[in-house]
């Protein structure tokens, strides 16, 4: 297995696709670690792989930077922290602009600062990868803030793939995945949001995961995004 002892960090892993990851690369001998600002939710999930849990908030840089400085040594890192409360939805001439601004603080300057403190420490060969959404691709009425921060998240990626080679960087671009984010959408609306898709179906948070361990595992992939949400990218 290529991620036999290997470390693999997985920054925002307590739930949903995060711990999927975690879980994955656990099951093929990683030496796992999750991240998260939720030191209770993550202690568990840790134990429950074998892995090691560790308190990170990433809205702060000093917070990330004093992060690295206790954990080293790390092969491969996944980046999947976001926060879903500052969504930024509604009609642009009512949009609260410090609250758009808010959503870029993880999803994207948090990636910035995992990148500058973490990622520049990987070995050649290993890798970093961030998550975007398919919002980027197919926006939504109502929802401009959102893809543009996924999209902006996906730009880092790319651009990074080339500041940081031998360094590998990509992206995952998840679609509708049933995370606790679905939980409350109810079955009718999954229904229909399922229904643009070619495959009619929620995605789940391993069929997502497979991805960023693709990522890890391929030596020969970097500055890519994987696309893992059920054709609708192509669907009428």
């Given at each position: 297995m290529k991620l036999k002892d290997k470390k693999v960090l997985v920054i925002g892993g307590g739930s949903g696709i995060g711990f999927g990851?975690?879980?994955?690369?656990?099951?093929?001998?990683?030496?796992?670690?999750?991240?998260?600002?939720?030191?209770?939710?993550?202690?568990?999930?840790?134990?429950?792989?074998?892995?090691?849990?560790?308190?990170?908030?990433?809205?702060?840089?000093?917070?990330?930077?004093?992060?690295?400085?206790?954990?080293?040594?790390?092969?491969?890192?996944?980046?999947?922290?976001?926060?879903?409360?500052?969504?930024?939805?509604?009609?642009?001439?009512?949009?609260?602009?410090?609250?758009?601004?808010?959503?870029?603080?993880?999803?994207?300057?948090?990636?910035?600062?995992?990148?500058?403190?973490?990622?520049?420490?990987?070995?050649?060969?290993?890798?970093?990868?961030?998550?975007?959404?398919?919002?980027?691709?197919?926006?939504?009425?109502?929802?401009?803030?959102?893809?543009?921060?996924?999209?902006?998240?996906e730009g880092l990626a790319l651009g990074l793939a080339v500041d940081l080679a031998p360094v590998r960087v990509n992206c995952v671009c998840p679609g509708l995945i049933e995370t606790e984010l679905l939980a409350g959408y109810g079955d009718e609306m999954l229904k229909t949001m399922s229904q643009r898709q070619l495959i009619q179906r929620p995605g789940t948070p391993e069929e997502a995961a497979e991805a960023y361990l693709t990522c890890m595992r391929n030596t020969f992939m970097t500055g890519q995004v994987l696309r893992i949400e059920g054709g609708i990218a192509i669907a009428n």
């Open positions: 990851i975690a879980k994955g690369a656990a099951e093929e001998g990683a030496k796992v670690t999750i991240a998260s600002r939720n030191a209770d939710k993550i202690a568990q999930k840790a134990k429950s792989i074998g892995g090691t849990a560790a308190v990170l908030d990433v809205s702060a840089e000093a917070n990330v930077e004093n992060f690295f400085k206790e954990h080293s040594g790390f092969d491969h890192i996944a980046f999947t922290a976001g926060d879903m409360s500052s969504l930024a939805r509604g009609v642009l001439g009512d949009l609260d602009l410090k609250l758009a601004a808010s959503r870029f603080n993880t999803r994207f300057w948090g990636a910035v600062a995992v990148a500058k403190h973490g990622a520049t420490r990987l070995p050649p060969g290993g890798s970093f990868t961030f998550t975007n959404g398919m919002l980027a691709h197919r926006p939504v009425k109502g929802m401009p803030i959102v893809s543009a921060s996924a999209m902006a998240a």
